[in-house]
């Protein structure tokens, strides 16, 4: 929205209002100060005019507590070197080790993680995301899922390290399929860097149950 037009103040205003509804109403999950923060300095680097305007935007995200979320209230998880496997040209699985703390002691075999499963639409470049809660999909991985394990607490996202004209390394956060619009903040970058890939899961239900 904001490489094509300015909102107003009133339009904004509304956005904040919609987006605080949805998480009140939990069909989306707070954005954790990790995505924020980088994404606010990245920003300020920004040759574009309206740039300040979203840091606004997103600072108005990091102050409320109904959008986001402290980075104490998320487990960071970051995916491991060869843990893609393809399935075929359009689907691959990628295994993330993770104990969830609500899991308790656990007798089973293999490692507790969960299977992210990538899959291309049809006729698209895009992938949709699953998270595979099937027990026959974890067989001969050497891992196994707990179903405490929900895709409604996680965040899918990637760091990568630009490097602009004068030489400032900028660490940026990337959703899915948003990669490229840094191309239109920082256009006067040189090279860029895949430098990790995360899953944010929120584990605030959790601590306040505990």
């Not at 300015?6 to 100060?33: G, H, N």
């Not at 595979?132 to 196994?144: A, F, L, P, R």
């Not at 390394?169 to 899915?176: I, R, S, Y």
């Not at 840094?182 to 860029?192: C, N, S």
């Amino acid at each position: 929205v904001f490489t094509k037009s300015s909102p107003t103040q009133e339009e904004r205003d509304q956005f904040i209002s919609d987006m605080m509804k949805l998480c009140e109403e939990r069909k989306i999950q707070r954005v954790p100060w990790l995505i924020i923060d980088p994404m606010i300095f990245a920003l300020k680097h920004s040759t574009r005019e309206n740039a300040e305007t979203v840091v606004s935007l997103l600072t108005c995200f990091k102050q409320s507590t109904v959008l986001s979320s402290p980075n104490r209230e998320n487990i960071f998880i970051e995916r491991r070197d060869k843990s893609a496997v393809k399935v075929n040209d359009k689907e691959y699985k990628i295994i993330h080790p993770f104990k969830h703390p609500g899991a308790g002691p656990c007798k089973k075999s293999g490692e507790c993680s969960f299977i992210i499963r990538w899959h291309k639409d049809i006729d698209s470049v895009n992938y949709t995301l699953d998270l595979i809660t099937d027990s026959e999909y974890y067989v001969n991985t050497g891992v196994h899922y707990h179903n405490v394990i929900s895709a409604r607490d996680m965040c899918v996202y990637r760091v990568a390290t630009l490097t602009l004209v004068d030489g400032t390394e900028l660490d940026t956060v990337q959703l899915p399929g948003l990669g490229g619009c840094w191309v239109d903040w920082l256009p006067h970058r040189t090279k860029e860097k895949l430098k990790h890939f995360y899953i944010a899961y929120n584990v605030s239900d959790y601590m306040v149950a505990r």
